[in-house]
């Protein structure tokens, strides 16, 4: 079974920076893309930063150039460098991957728990 566990997520002030991780287990290969998404309270989750399986990123225009997703293959860990922080970016921040497993199966659509990140003004 995949678990992906976000964690890094706390309350910071404006104009800080955060780094959240997404950890995968369960066998893992690889994860071959991931993203991150949040959910701002009242509002629905959104994509704010993805990675394909050839390295390419994306980003919501509301945190490019703020942002920064990477992955570190030998950890099977994922992260969300948030810098400039502002209180708009204040919400639960969840991981989601495809992964390959060891026995090279791809799982699909896994998410992680959420990790709450609330910037004061």
């Known amino acids: 079974q995949v678990q992906l566990v976000e964690s890094g997520g706390e309350l910071v002030q404006a104009g800080g920076s955060l780094r959240l991780s997404c950890a995968a287990s369960?066998?893992?290969?690889?994860?071959?893309?991931a993203n991150w998404y949040r959910q701002a309270p009242g509002k629905q989750r959104e994509l704010v930063a993805s990675r394909s399986s050839n390295g390419n990123t994306n980003y919501a225009d509301s945190v490019k150039g703020r942002f920064t997703i990477s992955r570190d293959n030998a950890k099977n860990t994922v992260y969300l460098q948030m810098d400039s922080l502002t209180p708009d970016d204040t919400g639960v921040y969840y991981c989601?991957?495809?992964?390959?497993?060891?026995?090279?199966?791809?799982?699909?659509?896994?998410w992680g728990q959420g990790t709450q990140v609330t910037v004061s003004s």
């Open positions: 369960g066998n893992i290969f690889y994860i071959r893309t």
């Open positions: 989601n991957a495809d992964v390959v497993l060891s026995t090279g199966t791809e799982m699909r659509d896994n």
